[in-house]
DNA sequence: TACATTTATGACTTAAAGTCAATGACTTTA
DNA sequence: TAAAGTCATTGACTTTAAGTCATAAATGTA
């Protein structure tokens, strides 16, 4: 890699690190791309070289931390389903937890105007889905699940749930720990969610 | 009531509706209190009469349809729990789908941001919860409901459910029909759900 | 060294939210 | 019934912040 792309990396690793922190803090509507800007030291302009428009910054809030998740479940190879799934639901809190209300409110508020993405920006819930339908997808080869509801529909029934918490948790104001949420939600709820659509024999 | 009063009541209703009208059109993002003012013929100004915020308007929008349905539950006294949140769940997507994407978008944005709702005003979020709760409340008097855990949060988990349900309505850009999507989730999901919380004997 | 390409800049344009002092229609009261 | 008082309404104005673009600087290439 040559020295002009690794500083354009490192800029741009600098706007959404400011952006993590000044968003986490004030929330997303209370912080100008000014503030963003000036805090990490880069002039207004810049963040529009690798931003379209200010919303799109939040998606790389967390990219990094998701990634690695995405890649671990994808090594499960031995594990069935439900750890995976489990482990997923965990993940996926713990990445709330250290992200903040704030900036999961604004995930939440992209997640709800799909349309206004820019074109293959993998958005957060793009993400989601793919990492849900390929849990299911093993889960259907393997003969676990019956494969007559398709995965797609069943990676949303899922997402709504993961989505649901992640909603109920920034409207409770953060008082609760997402993990005891998890052991509630995603064994006893997921399961009993499942339980239609798993292969009897 | 007086001759001003029920002017100022026209007028705010004025506003209201082409608020609705204009927002179902376009999205909350893409309306400006200017086109919603010139569209119904009164000034800027007057929006804010009536208005703390351009945001506020939205929880005003649906209000007299969701008013009628807290009435007509609240009237059920006979009836019990589960067919009370099956109706519930109905009424509550039928005023989705009434409303339209874009307002429901408006809405769960707004849930998100609880704290900056002006005070003693009644957000739609609110009125579930207090539905919610009323509903289950019965059920614990009546003794179909343990009442180990509190009412409030079960509240929390239905409200999850119905804005998982709203959210991925929106996501789904509308493509099912909610009625199919009550009928799974609202007998299914909704009994599965509670489970673990219904009094055995 | 000279030319091309990419990254960074910040003053500027544009759009829209929100304010407020002035107006006059309606209501009260003496 | 006319003067005093109240309240809904107005729209020009202020303010704030998003987004643009011509230019400059730094780096890469021949």
Redesign the pocket.
Same mark, same amino acid.
């Given at each position: 890699m040559?020295?002009?792309?690794?500083?354009?990396? !490192?800029?741009?690793k600098k706007i959404v690190d400011a952006a993590e922190k000044l968003i986490a803090e004030k929330g997303f509507?209370?912080?100008?791309?000014?503030?963003?800007?000036s805090f990490c030291?880069?002039?207004?302009?810049?963040?529009?070289?690798?931003?379209?428009?200010? !919303?799109?910054v939040v998606q790389d809030i967390g990219y990094a931390y998701f990634s690695a998740v995405g890649e671990e479940i994808l090594a499960m190879k031995e594990s069935g389903m439900a750890e995976k799934l489990r482990r997923y639901s965990e993940k996926f809190m713990h990445g709330v937890q250290r992200c903040g209300i704030r900036i999961c409110r604004q995930w939440i508020k992209n997640v709800l105007d799909p349309a206004d993405l820019p074109e293959n920006y993998p958005s957060k819930y793009e993400f989601d889905v793919a990492m849900l339908e390929n849990i299911l997808q093993d889960a259907v080869e393997v003969g676990q699940l019956s494969g007559e509801t398709p995965v797609e529909t069943l990676a949303h029934l899922l997402i709504s749930q993961l989505y649901g918490m992640m909603t109920c948790w920034c409207m409770s104001g953060g008082t609760f720990e997402p993990k005891d949420w998890v052991g509630r939600f995603a064994d006893e709820q997921t399961e009993r969610l499942f339980a239609p659509y798993i292969k009897k024999n």
């Open positions: 040559n020295k002009r792309r690794q500083a354009a990396e !490192e800029t741009k509507d209370n912080v100008s791309v000014d503030d963003i800007t030291g880069v002039a207004k302009g810049t963040f529009y070289v690798y931003f379209k428009r200010k !919303e799109d």
